[in-house]
């Protein structure tokens, strides 16, 4: 049974700030391969929900850095898994500027409107978003200071876990023979 527990967006960000100039040794770094902003954004955010989906091929894991879900590591799978995930792990919705919070997630796209990068929210100065982001390693930058066409923005609703039903394997059976409610 699926069951739905906040999101530590504390944990998060905390994560995030420790991390943004420098790499945990958990975890492979991209920067060199396509860029490691989407990596970085999923490590903080599995600090913050501290559960993985293992779906093969559609799910949000890292194993190693061979064993590891596109949504890892790619803008676009990224952003696929947390906008329709109802199943194990986070997810999100997509909202306006002003519906976002610390833990959210921005995704910026080029002038053709491909996306390309993805930051995590770790402040606000005033109306101003601060970021921090890798590859071009970032510790509350104002989002402000990029050069991009237009930007999305994940507000992270919340994480389902799974918990067993003990009562489920003998409910069905006693019920349908007669035998136990």
């Known amino acids: 049974?699926?069951?739905?527990?906040?999101?530590?967006?504390d944990r998060a960000v905390?994560?995030?700030?420790?991390?943004?100039?420098?790499?945990n040794p958990l975890f492979e770094n991209y920067a060199g391969i396509g860029g490691d902003c989407t990596n970085f954004v999923s490590q903080a955010i599995y600090a913050g929900s501290c559960v993985m989906n293992y779906?093969?091929?559609?799910?949000?894991?890292?194993?190693?850095?061979?064993s590891r879900a596109p949504a890892w590591t790619g803008v676009?799978?990224?952003y696929n898994f947390f906008a329709s995930n109802e199943g194990l792990g986070p997810y999100?919705?997509?909202?306006?500027?002003?519906?976002?919070?610390?833990?959210?997630?921005v995704q910026l796209a080029d002038e053709t409107g491909d996306y390309y990068h993805t930051l995590?929210?770790?402040g606000f100065d005033g109306e101003e978003i601060l970021v921090s982001a890798h590859t071009n390693d970032a510790l509350d930058r104002p989002l402000s200071t990029y050069d991009y066409g237009s930007?999305?923005?994940?507000?992270?609703?919340?994480?389902?876990?799974?918990?067993?039903?003990?009562?489920?394997?003998?409910c069905f059976l006693g019920l349908i023979n007669g035998r136990k409610i």
């Open 1 to 9: 049974m699926l069951v739905t527990m906040p999101y530590r967006r």
């Open 14 to 23: 905390e994560y995030a700030k420790t991390w943004a100039m420098s790499r």
């Open 55 to 66: 779906t093969e091929t559609f799910g949000w894991y890292y194993r190693s850095p061979v």
């Open 76 to 78: 676009e799978f990224f």
């Open 92 to 105: 999100a919705t997509e909202v306006s500027r002003e519906g976002v919070d610390l833990g959210d997630v």
């Open 120 to 122: 995590i929210i770790t």
């Open 151 to 170: 930007a999305r923005f994940l507000r992270i609703e919340g994480v389902r876990i799974r918990v067993p039903n003990r009562f489920a394997p003998n």
